[in-house]
């Protein structure tokens, strides 16, 4: 039996809208027809159409640190508002920031205890913090972003572009590479990022997958 079934005359499948029996068990979507029994059906009505949730990867959360600003109650309610069901962390605006084992487990503590939908996380690559980035990747991000230029943040150091070349031999997960003043970092010369004009750089890694379906009002995941 099904934990959960959404019944929809109009719901998005494969780019597609089409009537859908969606089938939970275990917070895992495991069908889409026929319609099984269910501890719980949801019948959406006529007018409804049931999309997907959204995945918002690059998310400022000021927690722990100033909250007032933007903490994972407040911004976890707001995505969910929005059919944002899942929200990525980026590394620099809490205190600490997300630089360490150690860091990252407040944060993710600090999710547990207020976010209504699932978290996931950046960490960061700053000078120093090479022989963290395993343990990161071991701790549960999902990849790395670095800095070639001031970030705005003391704590959050830009990198040189050696440090840039060991993080990304580091482990193999993404990595973000944030730039945004000229003649400082990577340039032409080393044909990566261009003239510098553009912010970001992502770097091809190998995440697991998301597997995990939640109801927006469900438990947050760390």
């Given at each position: 039996m099904l934990d959960l079934r959404i019944d929809a005359a109009a719901?998005?499948?494969?780019?597609?809208?089409?009537?859908?029996?969606?089938?939970?068990?275990?917070?895992?979507i495991v069908s889409l027809a026929p319609a099984e029994p269910a501890a719980e059906v949801v019948a959406l009505g006529p007018d409804e159409v049931l999309l997907p949730?959204?995945?918002?990867?690059?998310?400022?959360?000021?927690?722990?640190?100033?909250?007032d600003l933007e903490g994972f109650?407040?911004?976890?309610?707001?995505?969910?508002?929005?059919?944002?069901?899942?929200?990525v962390d980026m590394p620099l605006d809490s205190s600490p920031v997300t630089t360490s084992v150690a860091a990252l487990a407040a944060k993710q503590a600090a999710a547990r205890a207020s976010a209504t939908v699932p978290v996931g996380f950046w960490g960061g690559l700053v000078p120093?913090?090479?022989?963290?980035?395993?343990?990161?990747?071991?701790?549960?991000?999902?990849?790395?972003?670095?800095f070639l230029s001031g970030s705005?943040?003391?704590?959050?150091?830009?990198?040189?572009?050696?440090?840039?070349l060991a993080g990304l031999a580091a482990c193999a997960l993404p990595l973000q590479v944030q730039r945004e003043r000229r003649g400082r970092g990577l340039g032409p010369q080393h044909g990566r990022l261009g003239s510098g004009a553009g912010p970001h750089a992502a770097r091809p890694g190998h995440p697991a997958p998301?597997?995990?379906?939640?109801?927006?009002?469900?438990?947050?995941a760390a």
């Open positions: 719901a998005a499948v494969d780019g597609d809208v089409r009537p859908a029996a969606v089938g939970v068990r275990a917070g895992v949730g959204l995945v918002d990867t690059h998310v400022h959360i000021d927690e722990p640190g100033p909250s109650a407040s911004a976890s309610r707001a995505g969910a508002a929005g059919g944002v069901t899942t929200l120093g913090n090479l022989a963290e980035l395993p343990a990161l990747a071991d701790a549960g991000v999902l990849g790395f972003k670095c705005g943040n003391p704590e959050f150091p830009p990198v040189s572009f050696h440090e840039l998301l597997r995990r379906v939640d109801r927006p009002a469900g438990p947050a």
